[in-house]
């Protein structure tokens, strides 16, 4: 059964700092664009970084482009988002996903259950 599991997420003060962890399972990453996505209440679901299995690329969303990381560790199945320098708009509950490639929003077929980040005072 493929699963992805998002832990990591928390309350943070604005300029903190947090590092989401994407654990896969029923199936190896390392062939696989991982993405990460959020949404915040009222808004629809965005694209924040992608991973490409392919080629190492990486892809990043203009709002957190400079303050976010995107990584893995194929050995253990895990995708990495490191999210530096938070701001409050940065709020929202955060996916990741699994696709062939780095696309659209619908090519991302496997998703994690989110975890949720809230930047606040």
């Known amino acids: 059964q493929l699963q992805l599991v998002e832990s990591g997420g928390g309350l943070v003060q604005p300029g903190g700092s947090l590092r989401l962890s994407c654990a896969a399972s029923?199936?190896?990453?390392?062939?696989?664009?991982i993405g990460w996505f959020r949404q915040a209440p009222g808004k629809e679901r965005e694209g924040v970084s992608c991973?490409?299995?392919?080629?190492?690329?990486?892809y990043y969303a203009d709002s957190v482009n400079g303050r976010f990381t995107i990584s893995r560790d194929n050995a253990k199945n895990t995708g990495y988002l490191q999210m530096n320098n938070l701001k409050p708009e940065d709020t929202a509950v955060y996916y990741c996903?699994?696709?062939?490639?780095?696309?659209?929003?619908?090519?991302?077929?496997?998703w994690g259950q989110g975890t949720q980040v809230t930047v606040s005072t």
């Open positions: 996903a699994a696709a062939l490639v780095c696309g659209t929003i619908q090519d991302f077929a496997a």
């Open positions: 029923g199936f190896t990453l390392d062939y696989y664009a």
């Open positions: 991973f490409s299995g392919k080629d190492g690329s990486t």
